[in-house]
């Protein structure tokens, strides 16, 4: 209806989860709590300037198809016996992004490395969430979520399984080798 440069096709904002791009900061914050300018988010740092996110690189899936936020505020503080009452986090991440140098903080001392997060078990259940059909998308599932990097391409491409049955003939191998026996097992390597 309004022609502006800032109209479009309406699209589906996943993940919501962003970490904020000061290297003093790395909060990871859910996009409602960000300010939006000229269709990129900022956060309010607690150094007073503002400063540019980008979304998160990881997400939660499961082994059905389902894909969802991972749930980092409740992964966090886990171990600790609960959600603390204000959850403020950080994505603390070493030079090389590796999983065992990836480290979740909480202001309340919660603190988790994310190498923790590729045991499935140690994840929450799956929701049953498939985000791009909407909320008429969800369904009941009995696996735990594990984490998975957005852009993997294991994300994309779906696993392929197969298997090979060949039936056994008549003369099964097994029978040839048996009736045969007397002659292979004096026979030399060449």
């Known amino acids: 209806?309004?022609?502006?440069?800032?109209?479009?096709?309406?699209?589906?904002?996943?993940?919501?989860?962003?970490?904020?791009?000061?290297?003093?900061?790395?909060?990871?914050?859910?996009?409602?709590?960000?300010?939006?300018?000229?269709?990129?988010?900022?956060?309010?740092?607690?150094?007073?300037?503002?400063?540019e996110c980008v979304p998160i690189r990881f997400v939660a899936a499961c082994k059905n198809g389902h894909i969802d936020e991972f749930a980092w505020v409740y992964w966090v503080h886990a171990t600790n016996g609960g959600v603390c009452a204000a959850a403020r986090l950080r994505l603390l991440e070493g030079a090389t992004g590796d999983f065992a140098e990836v480290r979740i903080r909480c202001v309340c001392g919660a603190v988790r490395p994310l190498i923790n997060a590729t045991i499935d078990i140690a994840n929450p259940p799956c929701a049953g969430r498939r985000p791009w059909l909407g909320s008429e998308g969800d369904e009941e599932c009995g696996e735990h979520v594990r984490l998975l990097v957005r852009s993997a391409s294991n994300g994309y491409f779906s696993q392929v399984e197969s298997a090979l049955s060949i039936p056994e003939p008549e003369s099964s191998v097994r029978d040839l080798v048996q009736s045969n026996w007397d002659v292979l097992q004096n026979a030399n390597d060449v």
Request: charged share 35%; net charge positive.
């Open 1 to 51: 209806r309004e022609a502006t440069p800032y109209r479009g096709i309406d699209a589906l904002e996943f993940p919501r989860w962003f970490v904020c791009q000061n290297p003093r900061c790395r909060a990871l914050v859910k996009s409602e709590h960000l300010e939006r300018k000229k269709d990129r988010y900022w956060h309010n740092c607690d150094d007073g300037g503002a400063s």
